[in-house]
């Protein structure tokens, strides 16, 4: 079993992150939910493990 890596680990978060935004440029609130849920779900399919997976949706519950 795999552990969810929760400690910084993308070669330039900045620069993901600003990629990030700019996929959303023009897009509505409905098109952005929707292109956000295509998001998780290939990435889901590239972590692949479902133990995985269920630790990032503890993970995400959290507010903190």
């Known amino acids: 079993m795999t552990d ?5 680990n993308i070669a330039d978060p900045d620069g993901f992150y600003a990629a990030l935004i ?3 440029d023009g897009l509505s609130d409905k098109e952005s939910a929707a292109m956000n ?5 290939i990435l889901a399919n590239q972590v692949g493990d479902r133990e995985v997976l269920a630790q990032a949706l503890e993970a995400a519950k959290k507010s903190d």
Do not use: M, Y
């Open 22 to 24: 700019a996929a959303h």
């Open 37 to 41: 849920a295509r998001l998780i779900l």
């Open 4 to 8: 969810l890596i929760l400690t910084p």
